[in-house]
């Protein structure tokens, strides 16, 4: 690619106006002098593989999706990352030579914002929520050995997640059953968000060294881990998340593989209560 030429990626989403990556990017680019964009991209889901298709025209190096497009993504994919398949979905795609490759980078961003607080994976996860992040979650939890319980508000879903992701579930019910072996507790449900009520669930049996954590990322603190806190467990927030996640596919579109620094951290949070 000639030197200068100006390197395009972007987010899709719908809605898109809330998403925090083109900020997130935008530090990125600025920071380290590359002349690129990243760009928020408005598109319905029934017009996905079009806008992907537009994208590969206009000579875009890739894009992220968000809600409601992770899922969808999979089956417009050239070539799909075996773990983007288990989990089923997608949040990052490159585009090159006109073929799409897919993967999901918040298995990724999830592990290392726990790993970079100095959290160790070891004993047991247990882990609220059977949505789209919490198959990330899971998965990367497991794949570093950990046991991992998800319980979740329909049971179902949690049942077909331990199902496809050879771990195990239990009833939302019954989760402070579990809180004695448990090392850490994550909720992966949208509870405690902005907008949304707070996550009900009594710490009193979760040992004292147990680590909790959130991956809602506003507000910062959430009623959970504001509790957590009290109860003078560690507690690691979500926004880390969030920024990990973005790395992998910044490298693979602008060629730089970018930090997460306190400075960015606070850019993005910034953002957040903007
Ligand atoms: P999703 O697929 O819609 O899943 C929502 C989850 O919340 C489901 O498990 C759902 O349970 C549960 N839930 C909703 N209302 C509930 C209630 N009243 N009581 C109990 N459980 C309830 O959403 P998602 O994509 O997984 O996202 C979940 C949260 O993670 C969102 O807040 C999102 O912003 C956040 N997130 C953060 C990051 C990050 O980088 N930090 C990345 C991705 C997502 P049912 O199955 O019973 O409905």
Redesign the pocket.
């Known amino acids: 690619m000639p030197v200068n030429e100006l390197i395009r990626a972007g987010v899709i989403g719908w809605p898109v106006g809330h998403s925090l990556s083109p900020r997130l990017h935008g530090f990125w680019l600025r920071q380290y002098g590359i002349h690129g964009t990243y760009e928020p991209i408005a598109l319905e889901p029934e017009r996905l593989k079009e806008g992907l298709l537009q994208l590969a025209e206009a000579g875009y190096a890739g894009c992220n999706l968000t ?1 409601p497009h ?1 899922e969808l993504a999979l089956s417009l994919m050239d070539t799909l990352d075996p773990l983007a398949e288990s989990v089923g979905a997608v949040n990052t795609v490159i585009i090159r030579d006109g073929k799409f490759y897919g993967s999901n980078t ?1 298995i990724e ?2 592990i290392r ?1 726990l790993t970079s607080n100095g959290i160790a994976l070891s004993g047991q996860a247990l882990v ?9 979650v899971c998965a990367g939890l497991s794949l570093q050995g950990m046991r991992v319980i998800v319980a ?3 049971r179902e ?1 949690a049942e077909l997640l331990a199902a496809d992701l050879n771990i195990e579930s239990c009833a ?1 019910e019954t989760v402070p059953d579990h809180f004695a072996e448990t090392s850490l507790l994550v909720n ?4 405690g ?1 902005k907008g ?2 707070p ?1 009900h669930v009594n710490l009193d049996g979760l040992p004292q060294e147990a680590t909790v954590t959130d ?4 507000p910062l603190i959430t009623p959970l881990l504001q509790d957590a806190r009290d109860r003078g467990h560690k507690i690691v927030d ?5 920024l990990y ?1 973005a790395r992998p596919g910044f490298a693979a579109w602008f060629g730089v593989e970018p930090e997460v620094t306190d400075e960015l951290r606070a850019h993005v949070l910034a953002g957040l209560y903007a």
């Open positions: 809600l992770k918040d961003g999830f914002n609220l929520g059977a949505g789209g992040a919490a198959r990330a979740n508000r329909t879903k939302w992966a449900t949208l509870l968000m949304h009520p996550l991956i809602v990322y506003s979500g926004l880390g998340m969030l996640q």
